[in-house]
């Protein structure tokens, strides 16, 4: 195993949202090099290997870190509230069975962990993660599966009640899985085609009941909490595929992708080609890439450019992306409980959720005040920024430290610049 790999998964188990920052932290720093090193065998200059590096560390860690935490928190809502519906015995025991699986297999992913010692047999973690992944297709089609026997009592009186003044199309609403879809999940790759008649059967279902009272759809269908019961499991199903456990060649699949849009942007005429390079990373965004591409050394350096106009022109555009993105980063806690609180307003009762938007949103607003403070010349004292904010001096030295964390990150030929300037003058930041 790497030391990538022990990273990663340290950062993925972490549960508490501040040390699960510091441990992306590490693996940024860790990532960072590696991934400019691979991109740079690409034949990309070094800046330009720099610009697409970050943005593939900034997309693993909105797939990973946000989209992933979405999507278990609202498995493990929908599981907590499945009920099995008056079916019979034997369903109301698959339904337990199948629950109890499904929360053994988010334990599994949350839990999972490599050692730094080496194993013996060596990889046996590779075959724990694969038969933690290989669970994913067979609870998704017992998903499906248990829809499917509420399609078959209900669909024709749900079919009744979509009259031809109400119809299907002219209901805003999207369903669960349409706005997975509308957000590009992760998926894997399950056995058979998908059951069409299933997908539009939620999807009517759900688009129906949208904006209704939930018992009385239940009553219209003659089945009590079938609406709940749907919405529930094909949750489940729909957020399976997103928990699943990632591998290290994630990172470089994304980074490989970006370079390749980089190139479509500056060369369309050479599209076609482009095109099929994209081919050789298709399928599953959970599929490893082939690391030994990863390995070779990096190109030797070119001469440097000379400093003409069009060179600064692009080099202050190269920095002004980085900012972008350094500034998406330090908002991401924020983007992410802004996102669980639009869903949990879908279902009422997000006052929990909604107050601690109010408080991460408080907390961002007061790291871009500082932020804003430390550009100011000259630079005002931490008392003075203090004073101005309406905060005590150890808030603000806790959110400069942060500050200064996350740009070393994001600007690491900027920092050891400015590192050496101090040096020379004798002076600190």
Not at 38 to 44: E, I, K
Not at 173 to 181: M, P
Not at 298 to 301: H, L, N, T
Not at 306 to 320: M, N
């Given at each position: 195993?790497?030391?990538?790999d022990?990273?990663?998964?340290a950062?993925?188990?972490?549960?508490?949202?501040?040390?699960?920052?510091?441990?992306?932290?590490?693996?940024?720093?860790?990532?960072f090099?590696?991934?400019?090193r691979?991109?740079?065998?690409?034949?990309?200059d070094?800046?330009t290997?720099?610009?697409?590096?970050?943005?593939?560390?900034?997309?693993?860690?909105?797939?990973?870190g946000?989209?992933?935490s979405?999507?278990?928190?609202?498995?493990?809502?929908?599981i907590?509230?499945l009920?099995?519906?008056d079916?019979?015995?034997?369903?109301?025991?698959?339904?337990e069975?199948?629950r109890?699986k499904?929360?053994?297999?988010?334990?599994?992913v949350l839990?999972?962990?490599v050692?730094r010692?080496?194993e013996?047999?060596?990889?046996?973690?590779?075959?724990?993660?694969?038969?933690?992944?290989g669970?994913?297709?067979?609870?998704t089609r017992?998903?499906t599966?248990?829809?499917g026997?509420?399609?078959?009592?209900?669909?024709?009186?749900?079919a009744?009640?979509?009259?031809p003044?109400?119809?299907?199309?002219s209901e805003p609403?999207?369903?669960?899985?349409?706005?997975?879809?509308s957000?590009?999940?992760?998926?894997?790759?399950?056995e058979g085609?998908?059951d069409?008649?299933?997908e539009?059967?939620?999807?009517?279902?759900l688009?129906?009941?949208?904006?209704?009272?939930?018992?009385?759809?239940?009553?219209?269908?003659?089945?009590e909490?079938a609406?709940?019961?749907v919405?529930r499991?094909?949750t489940?199903?729909t957020?399976?595929p997103?928990?699943g456990i990632?591998?290290n060649?994630?990172?470089?699949?994304?980074?490989?992708?970006q370079?390749?849009?980089?190139?479509?942007?500056?060369?369309?005429?050479n599209?076609?080609?482009?095109?099929?390079?994209?081919?050789?990373?298709?399928?599953?965004?959970?599929?490893?890439?082939?690391?030994?591409?990863?390995?070779g050394q990096?190109?030797?350096?070119e001469?440097?450019a000379?400093?003409?106009?069009?060179?600064?022109?692009?080099?202050?555009?190269?920095?002004?992306a980085?900012?972008?993105?350094?500034?998406?980063?330090?908002?991401?806690?924020l983007?992410?409980a802004?996102a669980?609180?639009?869903?949990?307003?879908?279902?009422?009762?997000?006052?929990?959720?909604?107050?601690?938007?109010?408080?991460?949103?408080?907390?961002?607003?007061?790291?871009?005040?500082?932020?804003?403070?430390?550009?100011?010349?000259?630079?005002?004292?931490e008392?003075?920024?203090?004073?101005?904010?309406?905060?005590?001096?150890?808030?603000v030295k806790y959110?400069?430290?942060r500050?200064r964390?996350?740009?070393?990150?994001?600007?690491?030929?900027?920092?050891?610049?400015?590192q050496?300037r101090?040096?020379?003058?004798?002076?600190?930041?």
């Open positions: 195993m790497s030391e990538l022990v990273l990663l998964y950062w993925l188990a972490e549960s508490d949202e501040h040390r699960a920052e510091l441990r992306f932290n590490d693996y940024f720093r860790a990532a090099p590696e991934i400019c691979f991109v740079r065998s690409l034949s990309v070094a800046a290997a720099q610009d697409i590096s970050q943005q593939a560390l900034i997309k693993l860690f909105t797939h990973l946000t989209k992933r979405v999507a278990d928190d609202r498995m493990r809502e929908a907590a509230d009920r099995p519906l079916f019979g015995v034997l369903h109301v025991r698959l339904v069975t199948w109890g499904v929360v053994g297999f988010r334990d599994a839990g999972f962990r050692p010692e080496p013996k047999p060596p990889d046996i973690w590779k075959d724990l993660r694969d038969e933690i992944n669970r994913i297709p067979l609870l017992q998903g599966h248990f829809i026997d509420v399609r078959t009592r209900i669909e024709p009186l749900l009744d009640l979509m009259t003044e109400r119809p299907a199309e609403h999207l369903s669960v899985r349409e706005s997975v879809r957000e590009e999940p992760i998926h894997v790759a399950q085609a998908v069409e008649q299933i539009q059967f939620v999807e009517t279902l688009r129906y009941a949208h904006g209704r009272d939930w018992h009385s759809v239940d009553n219209s269908v003659h089945c909490g609406v709940g019961f919405t499991t094909n489940v199903r957020y399976l997103t928990l990632p591998s060649g994630l990172l470089y699949t994304i980074a490989k992708r370079f390749l849009d980089s190139v479509r942007a500056k060369r369309p005429e599209s076609e080609r482009i095109d099929g390079l994209a081919d050789e990373t298709g399928g599953s965004i959970l599929d490893d890439l082939d690391l030994e591409s990863a390995t990096e190109p030797a350096s001469e440097p000379p400093w003409t106009a069009e060179v600064i022109e692009s080099a202050d555009r190269e920095v002004e980085r900012y972008r993105l350094f500034l998406e980063f330090l908002r991401q806690p983007t992410r802004e669980d609180l639009a869903e949990a307003e879908s279902r009422g009762g997000a006052k929990a959720k909604r107050a601690r938007v109010e408080a991460l949103r408080a907390k961002y607003e007061r790291a871009i005040a500082v932020l804003r403070a430390l550009h100011e010349t000259p630079q005002p004292t008392d003075e920024i203090a004073r101005r904010q309406g905060l005590t001096r150890n808030q959110v400069i430290e500050i964390d996350e740009f070393s990150n994001f600007f690491p030929d900027l920092v050891r610049e400015a050496g101090r040096k020379r003058q004798g002076t600190e930041f």
